[in-house]
Nanobody
Framework: QVQLVESGGGLVQAGGSLRLSCAAS????????MGWFRQAPGKEREFVAT????????YYADSVKGRFTISRDNAKNTVYLQMNNLKPEDTAVYYC???????????????????WGQGTQVTGSS
C-alpha cells in the first residue's frame, strides 16, 4: 500500500509563492504517473497538474497554467508543485495522488488514481 504525504502548504499573500512536496512511501511510485488536485470549500475536487513516470509528459489545468510547475525527483520518491503568483482563488486543500495504470500518459481524471495523500491547506490572502 503506497502512502503519500504532502507538505509545504500555508498562508501566503496574493502574488506570493509556495512549493508543495509529496513524499511516497514506496519506491514503486517511480513507475506511476502523479497528479495534484485541489478542493475548495463547497466545491468539487478539481485537477491541477499531472506528470508521467518519466517526467516528459506534463499538463496543467488552464486556471494554473503559467503559474504552477509540477516536477518529480524519482531518486527521492517525491513530487513537487511550485506555485507562483498565488491568487485568493487558489485557496484549497491540495492533494497528491498516484496513478498506477497510466504510467506514460499522466491523467487529469481523479478516478484513475489509486492512492491519495491526506491533503495540505493552501490559503492565498488578498
Amino acid at each position: 500500500q503506497v502512502q503519500l504525504v504532502e507538505s509545504g502548504g500555508g498562508l501566503v499573500q496574493a502574488g506570493g509563492s509556495l512549493r508543495l512536496s509529496c513524499a511516497a512511501s514506496e519506491r514503486a511510485v517511480i513507475f506511476y504517473s502523479m497528479g495534484w488536485f485541489r478542493q475548495a470549500p463547497g466545491k468539487e475536487r478539481e485537477f491541477v497538474a499531472t506528470i508521467n513516470s518519466n517526467g516528459d509528459v506534463i499538463y496543467y489545468a488552464d486556471s494554473v497554467k503559467g503559474r504552477f510547475t509540477i516536477s518529480r525527483d524519482n531518486a527521492k520518491n517525491t513530487v513537487y508543485l511550485q506555485m507562483n503568483n498565488l491568487k485568493p482563488e487558489d485557496t484549497a486543500v491540495y492533494y497528491c495522488a498516484a496513478d498506477r495504470d497510466n504510467r506514460y500518459s499522466g491523467s487529469s481524471v481523479d478516478y484513475t488514481y489509486n492512492y491519495w495523500g491526506q491533503g495540505t491547506q493552501v490559503t492565498g490572502s488578498s
